[in-house]
Structure formats: C-alpha cells, structure tokens
C-alpha cells in the first residue's frame, strides 16, 4: 500500500507564495511519475504540475511560470513551490503518485486560500 501525506497549506494574500509538500510512504516502487492536482468547489479536480521518475515536469498552462514542481527521491518527497499567488488559485490540493503498471494513488489533500 501507498501513503501520501500532504502538508504546507494555508491562507495566503494574493501575489504571496506557498510550498506543499507530499510525503510518500509505503510500496514506494516502480513510480512512473507523481503529481500536484487541484480542485475548487464546484469543479473539476484537474491536473497542476507533474514530475515523472526522470525528472521530465509538466504544468497546466494556468500556473505556468509561477509554480514549481521537485522532488527528493532521497526522502520519497515531492514539493510544490506557488509563487504570485492568485485568489483563482484557491481549491484544495492533492498529491497523485502513478505506477509504472497504471495504478494511482491519492493523498488527503491540503487546503490553500487565497485571499485579501
């Protein structure tokens, strides 16, 4: 079994920054990638940056340029650096980790705020 831990939510002013980070644990192996999801109430939980075992990144075209994704294969951590926060940016955030075989598994989420 996999467990994700999510941490470093909060409320934050518009244009200040977050760092989210995910703590694996458990069956950690053959990871094809893992990832950053986001969903608003109301909608759809939806992709925000991904980072597959080579280090190859993806992002949503809306946090391009302001959000980072890395990770710390040492420490089985995956981290989300928000910078120019925007209160469209406000939804609870899921850690996602995929096998290599198709399979994903889901953090509990953290909550992010953004707002004046």
């Known amino acids: 079994q996999v467990r994700l831990v999510e941490s470093g939510g909060g409320l934050v002013q518009p244009g200040g920054s977050l760092r989210l980070s995910c703590a694996a644990s458990g069956s950690i192996f053959r990871v094809n990638a893992m990832g950053w999801y986001r969903q608003a109430p109301g909608k759809q939980r939806e992709l925000v940056a991904d980072?597959?075992?080579?280090?190859?990144?993806n992002y949503a075209d809306s946090v391009k340029g302001r959000f980072t994704i890395s990770r710390d294969n040492s420490k089985n951590l995956v981290y989300l650096q928000m910078n120019s926060l925007k209160p469209e940016d406000t939804a609870t955030y899921y850690c996602k980790l995929v096998k290599d075989y198709g399979r994903g598994y889901w953090g509990q989420g953290t909550q992010v705020t953004v707002s004046s």
């Open positions: 980072i597959t075992s080579g280090g190859s990144t």
